[in-house]
Each structure stands twice: as C-alpha cells, then as structure tokens.
T-cell receptor
Framework: DAMVIQNPRYQVTQFGKPVTLSCSQT?????MYWYQQKSSQAPKLLFH???????NEADTPDNFQSRRPNTSFCFLDIRSPGLGDAAMYLC???????????????FGPGTRLTVL | GQQLNQSPQSMFIQEGEDVSMNCTSS?????WLWYKQDPGEGPVLLIA?????ELTSNGRLTAQFGITRKDSFLNISASIPSDVGIYFC????????????FGTGTLLAVQP
C-alpha cells in the first residue's frame, strides 16, 4: 500500500549526540513536512520541502536541519539534541500540484525520540 | 504559532453514546480536516471538507464545514471503545504550501 514510512519508530540518543530521523513515501507527493509533537500538544511544523525547495519555519531552532535527496526520502537531522528535544517527530506529505483545491496532508506513524 | 479553538478539551463517555466536538477560528479557511491520533502513532485523516456548508460522513463519523468558513464540527455516533484517542481539527487556507493550522485537540475516552 502507498504510505508514509518513518524509521526508526523509537530512537534513543544522548545529550549532544547528533541524530538523524528518516521518512520515505510511496505516494510520489511533491511536498514533505516535518513536525515536532510534544505530549498532549498538537503537532508543530518545523519545516517543509516543496520539491527541492526548503522552507524553514521562523521559530525552528538552528539545531534542526533537513535533507531531501530525492522525491521519496526526507531526513531530519538534530545536530546537538537537548533534553527539550525529546518528542514525537512526524513526517507528512501532500500533493498540491495534482489536487490544488483538495490538497491534504498524510502523516507517517512518527518516531519517538528520547534524549538521555 | 496560531492554533484553532477546539472544544471540549476532553470527554469521558459510555460506549454507545454520541459525541460532538467543534473547532472555531477568528479567520476563514478553505479546507477543514479532522484527524484522529492513537497513542504513539501519527494522526490519521478521518474526514476532509472543502466547501462551506459541506456535510460529509465516514461511517459513524459526520463532519460539517461551517457556512461562515470559520468553524467545523465532528460528530461520532454510537461510540465504541476503539474510538478512544485524541481528535484534532485542522484548517488550511490554500496557497503553494497549504500549511495546517491545528486545533488544540479533544481527548476522547470511552467506557465499555
């Protein structure tokens, strides 16, 4: 089935140790998003790629970076994780080109990041 | 960032009861979406609404896009234990990136 896949589902890292989370999609959607979600809160958009164009949210810390080597894959890099970066990280995709008036975001299952 | 006003914040109901939750905004949206999130999982799209006044059903779920384009509601009929989770509304204004503006979420607990 076409879907948004996130690996790993659970990631443990140490304070200050760089970590990379990955997302892949078989939907062939041109937009990919990364969200951070903390307990009992709504997802918070960090940044997104429209094709190869990177769009950072104004309040996303520099500690968070992203790469999109091709249409199917997108990575979230946390350069120096702090305790406050422990959260669920969600990847989503959408396809506004194919359906501009009915564009919808589809989420992956998320990666739960623990920082020790 | 902006969030939509979603109510109630939480609901504790008996199996078989009907549930209603809603979202309001001070500004208009072109699209309203309703997602359900189970613990430890990503949000799953339940219903998408694209026209003001639109009423759409998905099984026991019914959602409406308010005529003013500033609100939406979701109803769940005859609740069952697997309806437990957090429900988020989200609005979109359109444009190239079509960002989601999320509601604050409604936690639903269903007593068997």
């Amino acid at each position: 089935d076409a879907m948004v896949i996130q690996n790993p589902r659970y990631q443990v890292t140490q304070f200050g140790k760089p970590v990379t989370l990955s997302c892949s999609q078989t939907l062939n959607h041109n937009v990919m998003y990364w969200y951070q979600q903390k307990s009992s809160q709504a997802p918070k958009l960090l940044f997104h790629y429209y094709d190869k164009d990177f769009n950072n949210e104004a309040d996303t810390p520099d500690n968070f970076q992203s790469r999109r080597p091709n249409t199917s894959f997108c990575f979230l890099d946390i350069r120096s994780p702090g305790l406050g970066d422990a959260a669920m990280y969600l990847c989503a995709t959408s396809n506004p080109i194919a359906a501009p008036s009915t564009d919808t975001q589809y989420f992956g299952p998320g990666t739960r990041l623990t920082v020790l | 960032g902006q969030q939509l006003n979603q109510s109630p914040q939480s609901m504790f109901i008996q199996e078989g009861e009907d549930v209603s939750m809603n979202c309001t905004s001070s500004s208009i949206f072109n699209t309203w979406l309703w997602y359900k999130q189970d613990p430890g999982e990503g949000p799953v799209l339940l219903i998408a609404l694209y026209k003001a006044g639109e009423l759409t059903s998905n099984g026991r779920l019914t959602a409406q896009f308010g005529i003013t384009r500033k609100d939406s509601f979701l109803n769940i009929s005859a609740s069952i234990p697997s309806d437990v989770g957090i429900y988020f509304c989200a609005g979109q204004r359109g444009g190239a990136t079509n960002k989601l503006i999320f509601g604050t979420g409604t936690l639903l607990a269903v007593q068997p």
